[in-house]
């Protein structure tokens, strides 16, 4: 058998959530989830999480006809992961209002032959015990990258400082850099979390875009300027999930790569910020991010002198 190209663990969750545009209860969701629609779009990607009985499995089909590999995606007695969010009109960082682990509470992870041989993999934003339970099994993986958020850094930050140490690149947002390192200045919190073990950052900025730190590189991408934006969910997700699939799709590790990568995960997270959990995701193809991929080169494009 094939090895397997991407892996990632996260959540996948029934999802409520307030926007000054709607409100929409119970549709799917979770870190897992947003990360996989994605990253199909550009490679397979085989998913490890747990959902409880209650889950719509028939909503996550597009994933499968899209190449992912849901068969770590396990069913157990009880109720599926579930978070309430709230934005204001600052889309840009979500207000939780409610967080239930559920079956997460009990999932330990166990890797299968194929996973364990995963060439890269993301620890999407769960439980960092469980990321470590993670990165205990795998064999040696290409390119580790993580995300996590101020609930965990808040709740666990001893397991999460050891989860930092372990990974190669760092994905998370600009208050969350922030507040894990207790720096102001975004570029001292990215020297400081290098410092800790990543050779690489990415620290997202919502509507601002993204800006990319590894040893003597400093990259930003804006986000695409968009005239209508609906849900921000999953924006930060979706972008990583573009980002590791172009990655593993091109096989380019370097800061150069990576930097391409950036972009196209912020061609992706623009598509999903347009409607309602996965609708825009599921409805676009290779093709619509090709195109949005060239307007974002035509728009950071300038002349090099005077
Ligand atoms: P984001 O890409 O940052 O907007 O992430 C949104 C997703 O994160 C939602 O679909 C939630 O289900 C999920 N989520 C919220 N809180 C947590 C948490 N504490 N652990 C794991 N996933 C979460």
Excluded: C
């Excluded at 930092?164 to 507040?179: F, H, I, S």
């Excluded at 005239?227 to 969910?233: A, G, H, K, N, Q």
Aim: glycine share 8%.
């Amino acid at each position: 058998m094939e090895d397997l190209k991407l892996l990632v663990v996260g959540s996948v969750a029934i999802d409520s959530v307030q926007t000054p545009f709607g409100f929409r209860e119970e549709s799917i969701g979770g870190s897992a989830l947003y990360f996989s629609a994605a990253a199909s779009l550009f490679s397979p990607v085989s998913i490890l999480a747990v959902v409880g009985e209650d889950f719509p499995m028939d909503e996550v089909e597009f994933l499968s006809a899209r190449g992912a590999d849901l068969s770590g995606l396990k069913t157990v007695q009880g109720r599926t992961f579930r978070w309430k969010g709230q934005y204001g009109y600052d889309l840009n960082e979500a207000k939780t209002l409610e967080t239930h682990l559920n079956v997460f509470e009990e999932f330990a992870p166990e890797l299968t032959e194929r996973q364990r041989s995963a060439e890269l993999l993301f620890l999407a934003n769960i439980d960092p015990e469980l990321q470590l339970k993670v990165l205990d099994q795998v064999d040696s993986p290409a390119l580790v990258a993580a995300d996590t958020m101020n609930f965990w850094i808040e709740g666990k930050r001893k397991a999460l400082q050891r989860v930092v140490e372990r990974v190669d690149l760092l994905v998370l947002n600009e208050g969350e850099a922030r507040m894990l390192t207790e720096e102001v200045n975004l570029v001292k919190a990215a020297q400081k979390i290098m410092e800790w073990g990543p050779s690489g950052v990415v620290i997202k900025r919502g509507e601002y875009g993204v800006i990319y730190f590894a040893a003597g590189y400093v990259f930003s991408a804006p986000a695409y300027p968009l005239e209508e934006l609906f849900d921000p969910t999953g924006a930060g997700d979706s972008f990583a999930g573009g980002m590791m699939g172009a990655l593993a799709a091109s096989g380019d590790l370097t800061p150069e790569g990576i930097k391409r990568a950036i972009v196209y995960g912020s061609a992706v997270a623009s598509f999903n910020v347009e409607d309602f959990s996965f609708t825009r995701l599921a409805s676009i193809e290779y093709g619509d991010i090709k195109s949005r991929f060239g307007d974002f080169v035509r728009m950071t494009a300038f002349e090099k002198d005077i």
